[in-house]
Every structure is written in structure tokens, then in C-alpha cells.
């Protein structure tokens, strides 16, 4: 019967495999790829303001963030509202360029 190790040298397997030289490159080429994906999708519709995309890595990680006072709205969009001054803010349709970009879909 096969013997399956849940260790390597102390680490755990799963980390083993992922700090390989081929893995980092390939998270760091996705992660690129994603951050130039959810730029366009967000240049595309930017009429003003100020978000942008910033790529980070980690240890073992790559990460695409949406950066601005409102990301949220921009990945999901909001509803039609009153805010805490009591004015009415517009709703606005989710443009959603993590998951657009991430996925290769438009959100449902």
C-alpha cells in the first residue's frame, strides 16, 4: 500500500510544492496577467476618481487589489440609497474588474 507523507524535511507538502521555482513563476505570470486584465476592465469605465489596480506578492502569494475610498461599489456595485447625511446617493451597476478579470466572465 502506498504511504502518503503530510511532511517534507518538517514543512508540509503543500508548501513544499508551492514555494517550487515553477509554481512562483507561474502564481507571479497569472498574477500580472490578472492586475493587466482588471486595469483595462476598470480604465475602460473609469469616468473620474481616483481607483486604481495594484499587483502585490507575498510569500507564497500574488494579489490583485482594487485600491479606493470606495472598492466595494466599484467590485459590486450599490443600490439606490440614503446616505448618513440623509441625501440620496444613485445606485450603480457592479463593474467588477477583480472577479471579471479573474474569471473571464461577467458576474452574476
Do not use: C
Not at 507564497?60 to 485600491?67: A, C, F, M, S, W
Not at 439606490?80 to 477583480?98: F, K, R, S, T
Request: no cysteine; hydrophobic share 40%; glycine share 10%.
Amino acid at each position: 500500500m502506498a504511504e502518503v507523507f503530510k511532511r517534507v524535511n518538517g514543512r508540509k507538502l503543500t508548501k513544499v510544492i508551492a514555494m517550487l521555482p515553477e509554481v512562483q513563476a507561474s502564481v507571479d505570470e497569472h498574477t500580472l496577467e490578472i492586475g493587466a486584465d482588471a486595469e483595462a476592465i476598470l480604465a475602460s469605465h473609469r469616468d473620474e476618481g481616483h481607483a486604481k489596480i495594484v499587483v502585490d506578492k507575498g510569500k507564497v502569494d500574488g494579489y490583485v487589489i482594487l485600491e479606493d475610498e470606495a472598492p466595494m461599489s466599484i467590485e459590486f456595485g450599490r443600490s439606490h440609497h440614503q446616505n448618513e447625511d440623509g441625501e440620496w446617493v444613485g445606485g450603480m451597476e457592479a463593474i467588477a474588474p477583480l472577479r471579471r478579470a479573474a474569471f473571464g466572465r461577467r458576474p452574476r
